[in-house]
């Protein structure tokens, strides 16, 4: 069975190893996201810097805390297993605040997923 692997990261310094590790892992097709919670958006809005009428790009300006998703789709229980335990000790624990969520979904169809893993290796051999 396949599964998808959503992971929200906290801390944008930590995305790049955790990335390194899934990839080590032979994830294919890991897919990378600019994302905001809207907890974050909410306390971002209460701001003395913007108008009293923010527009949505006055809301979500340079001072916004961003996260970033990462998603694949892996077939198999132990491959889903191997990824929680390699991000977690990247991580820590994600059930403590401010590290990150990770959550899996079953998949039941995939089309296509056997080609992103033959492009990315052939990504890998491009200079």
């Known amino acids: 069975m396949h599964y998808m692997v959503l992971l929200i990261i906290d801390d ?13 892992a032979k994830v294919p097709g890991i897919t990378i996201l600019d994302s905001t919670g809207m907890g974050k958006v909410r306390q971002e809005s209460i701001r003395d810097d913007i108008p009293m009428m923010p ?3 006055d809301i979500f300006r340079s001072r916004e805390r961003r996260h970033r998703t990462i998603f694949s789709v892996v077939e198999g229980e132990e491959k889903v297993d191997q990824l929680v335990k390699i991000t977690q000790e990247i991580l820590g624990d994600l059930n403590k605040p401010d590290t990150g969520v990770l959550f899996v979904l079953p998949v039941s169809r995939v089309v296509g997923l ?14």
């Open 55 to 57: 527009s949505l790009s």
């Open 114 to 127: 056997h080609g992103a893993a033959k492009r990315a290796q052939g990504a890998k051999r491009s200079p």
């Open 12 to 24: 944008l310094k930590s995305y790049p190893a955790v990335l390194d590790a899934w990839d080590a």
